[in-house]
């Protein structure tokens, strides 16, 4: 199993941001897909998942400001993070569950996104 995680970079604040996390070797639709990120010095923490079945899940600080999407036809997932805050930089990590479990038992490599004027 891979997931490859792409598209950090360096933003101001305000802009906007696409991250893609390409995923082989799992059967991509019975998975929820999700995005964690890690601040500098401070622990992993959820961001955002999907199933893809239209009810995604967000992190209080990034409601609003990002949205998860997949395609499922190309294993993909996406994380759009528009009205990028200082506090939002971090590297983020995709990961994958099966829909029977609440273990995340999949991650890709990460990709820093730093955010600053």
């Known amino acids: 199993v891979q997931l490859q995680a792409s598209g950090g970079g360096v933003v101001q604040p305000g802009d906007s941001l696409r991250l893609s996390c390409a995923v082989s070797?799992?059967?991509?639709?019975?998975?929820?897909m999700g995005w964690f990120r890690q601040p500098p010095g401070k622990e992993r923490e959820f961001v955002a998942d999907?199933?893809?079945?239209?009810?995604?899940g967000y992190s209080d600080t990034v409601k609003g400001r990002f949205t998860i999407s997949r395609d499922n036809a190309k294993n993909t997932v996406y994380l759009q993070m528009n009205g990028l805050l200082p506090e939002d930089t971090a590297v983020y990590y995709c990961a994958a569950r099966h829909i029977s479990t609440s273990n995340w038992g999949y991650w890709g490599q990460g990709t820093l996104v730093t955010v600053s004027s």
């Open positions: 999907d199933l893809g079945r239209g009810m995604p």
């Open positions: 070797g799992l059967t991509f639709r019975t998975h929820i």
